[in-house]
């Protein structure tokens, strides 16, 4: 898939920061570094399109505040976002097929008569950071974090958004179900030896390409790094030889 062609085009740093100051800083520092940069919601909040548009002068932008709401919102949200130019975005698969099937007629009608490249749309299965006793305490009676991560893959496929953010540990699983075009995205990236923080389901950025996932988010092994250009290079090294590993 084009968009995530070269190593580099498979790591999303996570700006998760919380001033636009700040953002311009770690933009200038890893400019030409990786080909994603994720907006979340605490910059978004604070910063709103002008975070888009710090983001987008050097890499490719990923709107991830995770949209959940009646179809009718959902959808004008995409239709702004789309024209704010944003390269992909996320939403919850919870939020129901009806959900998921306006933001897809919204982001493709938006992006129509502009002819420009409509947004990727990835649902959100089960957060990264929810073990199954969480989902329990949610009132998921089942509890097991790998059936409801495939529920809502099924969800996303019969609702034709392009693909769903899960955590490492589930993507072979999800790649085998739902095949080779659906982008898999996966946080809960850690370096050997780094912290799982508040992620539950955590791997390497070898195994998680390993495992199937098309693009890496990473955040604070990047950013709290010392030289995190540096960090985001490693993380790239590491992508390319686990590319080349599938490859042989
Ligand atoms: O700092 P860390 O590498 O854990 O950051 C992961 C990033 O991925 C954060 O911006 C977080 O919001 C995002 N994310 C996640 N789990 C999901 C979806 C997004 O951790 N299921």
Excluded at 219 to 234: E, H, Y
């Amino acid at each position: 898939m084009s968009e995530f062609e070269f190593a580099r085009d498979r790591l999303a740093v996570a700006l998760d920061v919380e001033s636009l100051d700040q953002a311009e800083a770690l933009v200038e520092v890893l400019a030409g570094v990786p080909g994603w940069l994720k907006v979340g919601g605490e910059l978004f909040t604070v910063a709103g399109p002008a975070a888009i548009a710090v983001a987008g002068k050097c890499a490719k932008v990923f709107l991830d505040t995770k949209l959940h709401d009646i179809p009718n919102t959902v959808a004008r949200t995409v239709g702004a976002a789309t024209r704010h130019g944003v390269s992909m975005l996320t939403l919850h698969t919870s939020g129901g097929g009806d959900m998921l099937r306006a933001a897809r007629a919204a982001a493709e009608d938006t992006a129509a008569p502009g002819d420009r490249p409509r947004p990727l749309l990835l649902g959100v299965t089960v957060l990264t950071s929810l073990s199954s006793d969480a989902l329990r305490e949610m009132g998921f009676a089942a509890g097991v974090v790998a059936d409801q991560v495939m529920r809502m893959v099924d969800l996303a496929l019969e609702s034709g958004i392009d693909g769903v953010v899960a955590s490492p540990h589930e993507a072979a699983a999800i790649r085998s179900r739902a095949g080779a075009e659906f982008r898999i995205v996966t946080p809960g990236i850690r370096p050997e030896g780094w912290p799982a923080d508040d992620q539950a389901r955590t791997a390497t950025a070898a195994g998680a390409i390993a495992a199937g996932s098309d693009l890496l988010v990473v955040g604070r092994p990047v950013l709290q790094a010392l030289d995190p250009s540096g960090a985001a290079r490693l993380l790239i090294g590491e992508i390319e030889r686990a590319c080349g590993a599938e490859e042989t």
